[in-house]
RNA sequence: GCCGAAGUGGCGGAACUGGCAGACGCGCCGGACUCAAAAUCCGGUGGCCUUCGGGCCGUGUGGGUUCGAUUCCCACCUUCGGCACCA
């Protein structure tokens, strides 16, 4: 018999495909198809740093297994791909190597288009939209202007974290553990001058999780994405610095704590620190706000000096000692507190080191306001109302709401991304650079590479333009933007991917969007995926969208661990999907890759793994072919062959629809075909191997449809989805599986839709049964029909 | 500290709604084919005991609810992830 042998049916399956179109989707007309089932399938998509690696290969696969699926089922899919070929990971790529950024991107994006195609994806390919082109960042400098016209997209100076090895400022949300998410290196305090989007004014509505518009997103997701909002709700008061003649508001979440307040603490970075002539503060603050970060984190002592101001507590007219302590951080709240050492550990420990006074104002055993003048008594809520309505009858406070979210600083000194299209005039100011003059295109400079200044502004010939406004010489912003700029719409480019005159139509994006499923790494969770929210937010209220989340449902998949450890480049444990593909064809590994183990887990690859899927996908080979050799389908039998084919189209089709479940229905097919093997002469045994066929489809899609062909059918990748047929889910018979006290003691075989009574019958009639029950009295007897009796004795 | 997820054979894992624990695969053991090997096929494989009929134990630990718990409840242990001088 012919063998199993991937490297000829691959290709050849592939070429069909190409040569068919087999998996564009085209946008339907205007006025067509709006109730056509459709679904939009999407995963993460790669940065052309590299080649592809199994970390990607788990997560296209598994789109595409989503994408087959569908399609199958009746539904338009839109399954497209693209590179986030600008910024940090493709440049440093490309300084490793040593050549031009757009020339190592585009070679490794034509590297990974060979890559996805030998592993047989169902891309449309008409679609694919790289960020680094033109027709694409065009449209990115399109959206900031709208973004800044609104005010959304703004330049001020503020903290921000500095990398110092990429020489550039990097967001907050890809700082992990007080390093650069790219390199790895410890990232530095600076307050610069930089571009920011205003995400905080969207900070509440992005903690709306329970829209109708939301799909299912893992919950996890969801608590990582609230924590970093970090919503408080408290009150702001406003302490008084006589001395200054000035108000200086606090944020706090326990307003019912007032009376307890025995000092209070400005943050070294506070505005009104250089105000406070003593050279003591000074030097405290200077050499303070310098250190940020880890290093200010993990202090162990408290530090601070004493300003020799004091601010008066609104509530009860008392001189608090005014510090500066670099405990109080200027980023969150207002920057100053209200210190109450006895409900408060950090304003304890500070209280205790500098011997401050600690007052209890709250009994918490009977959780009622103790010397608290006039609130005292009071329940602590009720007294926190209480306090907060009556300083703000004073004008000294009100309830207030404070996030740890912070904006999204975008602007980059580097090279590769998109310009912004902002020009600076002696005379008019900050000019968007108008419309019809984008895009500004990305200048070619003599070096690239990073040195703390914007590579931009080394060609002075594209840096020099007359102002839009009055026409005098003026200067373009150097700095380009974030690639997670681009990487917040790419999605909704895809569906109108050549369009000229916008970055997409609104009957497109309305008819694709949102996206019914994504998938991708949790890493992304307060990065990409808040962006993305944010970037629709903001579109919908621009009228360009008419939704308000780009993703409806979200899935993460698992980190694949090679060797024992995280797959990472730092690491060197890489693995590349070719070699494998090489040895032993893409179906088995797209199949093994499934077949792990829970898809949103980390798994670990082993070859021997991949062996078992090799041998899995031998025995279907030969199995099927016997029976496509052998004799014409016997007709509709009702055989265990035939209904075991179709319990496994009713669990395969489940596991992927209803539970997302991707390596169970891997073992249910083989389970049909080592039954198939068992019982070749069942007349049902064709309709079995087609089954087994059409099952793997989604999975080894290219040896699926090789045998789909040899059983006399064609185009599997668009024969609908079987249909498991009800009444042969019936069975004639079941086992009965009967206990006694709750322990299994005996199995027989019965018809089913027996009266619960004679399954009792039954059951006491077994030998093994009697021997247990040993003529103890019954005292009641359980029946799970179709399952099994349980019989309780004294 | 706060929030979240997870602990099942030698290994990856299954058991979906409280009803047969260990599907499927890897590995291992035995057998067939072969001069031999590979490949392939067949059988076995949680632990302990056994008179070979079967019995007992077993899903991180300790309790509880229930006729019955991997599944529900309480407490704890461990691992992983998020936040963290956030007022």
């Not at 008061?237 to 704590?257: A, G, Y």
């Not at 000019?431 to 080394?458: F, H, I, M, N, T």
Request: with cysteine.
């Amino acid at each position: 018999m012919e063998r199993y042998d991937p490297k000829t049916i691959e290709p050849k399956w592939q070429q069909v495909w190409d040569d068919a179109r087999a998996f564009e989707t085209p946008n339907p007309a205007p006025g067509e198809a709006d109730g056509e089932p459709h679904w939009y399938q999407l995963e993460m998509l790669p940065y052309p740093s590299g080649t592809l690696h199994m970390g990607h290969v788990l997560n296209y696969t598994m789109g595409d297994v989503l994408t087959h699926f569908r399609r199958r089922n009746g539904w338009k899919v839109l399954r497209p791909m693209g590179f986030d070929s600008f910024g940090l990971p493709a440049e440093n790529a490309a300084i490793t190597e040593g050549g031009h950024p757009r020339e190592i991107t585009e070679r490794n994006i034509a590297a990974i288009r060979v890559q996805m195609r030998r592993l047989g994806w169902a891309i449309d390919w008409t679609r694919e939209i790289s960020a680094h082109e033109v027709d694409f960042y065009r449209w990115t400098q399109w959206l900031f202007l709208s973004f800044f016209e609104r005010g959304l997209a703004y330049r001020a100076a503020a903290p921000v974290n500095w990398c110092p090895n990429d020489q550039t400022v990097v967001a907050h949300e890809y700082v992990v553990d007080g390093r650069c998410d790219r390199c790895g290196t410890l990232v530095e305090a600076r307050n610069l001058e930089q571009w920011f989007f205003k995400i905080t004014a969207y900070a509440d509505e992005l903690l709306e999780y329970d829209l109708p518009e939301w799909g299912d997103w893992p919950e996890r997701t969801k608590t990582i994405q609230r924590n970093w909002i970090g919503r408080s709700e408290g009150a702001e008061i406003l302490f008084r610095i006589e001395e200054l003649d000035t108000d200086i508001p606090v944020f706090t979440t326990r307003p019912d704590t007032l009376f307890g307040a025995t000092f209070f603490v400005l943050a070294p970075e506070h505005p009104l620190v250089e105000r406070i002539a003593n050279s003591e503060v000074d030097e405290y603050a200077k050499r303070t706000a310098a250190r940020r970060g880890e290093a200010r984190a993990t202090e162990e002592a408290k530090t601070g000096v004493f300003t020799g101001h004091y601010a008066t507590n609104p509530v009860n007219g008392e001189r608090l000692p005014v510090w500066v302590a670099d405990y109080v951080l200027m980023e969150y709240g207002t920057g100053a507190i209200m210190a109450v050492p006895a409900h408060d550990e950090r304003d304890r420990e500070f209280a205790e080191t500098f011997d401050l006074p600690i007052r209890q104002v709250i009994d918490e055993e009977h959780g009622v306001l103790v010397d608290s003048g006039e609130f005292t008594g009071r329940p602590i809520e009720d007294g926190e109302r209480k306090i907060v309505e009556s300083l703000r009858e004073q004008g000294r406070g009100a309830p207030a709401v404070s996030y740890r979210l912070r904006d999204w600083s975008f602007s980059r000194q580097r090279y590769w991304g998109a310009p912004i299209p902002i020009v600076y005039c002696d005379d008019c100011g900050m000019v968007p650079v108008p419309e019809e003059e984008l895009p500004v295109l990305l200048p070619e400079v003599e070096d690239y590479r990073p040195k703390g200044v914007p590579p931009l502004a080394s060609n002075e010939e594209w840096l020099y333009v007359p102002c839009p406004r009055c026409g005098k010489t003026a200067r373009r912003e150097a700095d380009t933007m974030d690639t997670f700029v681009d990487s917040s719409w790419y999605y909704l480019r895809y569906v109108d991917p050549r369009n000229e005159d916008a970055p997409f139509d609104r009957r497109l994006v309305d008819y694709w969007c949102p996206v019914s499923q994504y998938i991708g790494g949790i890493d992304h969770a307060t990065g990409h995926l808040l962006y993305s929210r944010f970037f629709v937010r903001v579109l919908r209220e621009m009228g360009l969208v008419g939704f308000g989340e780009p993703f409806a449902r979200l899935f993460h998949q698992g980190w694949l661990q090679m060797g024992g450890s995280k797959m990472s480049k730092s690491k060197g444990n890489v693995e590349g999907p070719d070699a494998l593909v090489d040895e032993y064809g893409a179906d088995a590994v797209r199949t093994y890759i499934l077949f792990m183990g829970p898809a949103d887990q980390d798994m670990e690859w082993t070859d021997t793994g991949i062996e078992g899927i090799v041998r899995f996908l031998r025995r279907l080979w030969r199995v099927v072919l016997e029976v496509a050799e052998g004799a014409p389908a016997g007709g509709a039998a009702n055989t265990p062959l035939a209904r075991k084919a179709h319990t496994t189209i009713a669990k395969v089709t489940d596991d992927i629809e209803r539970r997302f479940q991707f390596h169970t229905p891997i073992s249910a097919v083989m389970e049909l075909t080592n039954e198939l093997a068992r019982s070749p002469e069942d007349p049902a045994a064709p309709f079995a191997a087609e089954t087994a066929v059409s099952l793997i489809q989604p999975y080894a899609p290219h040896v699926a449809e090789e045998l789909w062909q040899r059983l006399g059918h064609e185009r599997l990748w668009e024969t609908p989805w079987p249909q498991a047929d009800p009444a042969l889910l019936e069975r004639e018979t079941f086992e009965l599986v009967i206990q006694v006290n709750g322990r299994v003691r005996d199995r027989v075989e019965v018809p089913a839709g027996l009266p619960d009574e004679e399954l009792v019958a039954r059951a006491k009639d077994s030998p093994r049964v009697q021997a247990h029950l040993d003529g103890s009295e019954i005292k009641q007897t359980i029946v799970v029909p179709g399952k099994l009796v349980n019989i309780v004795t004294k």
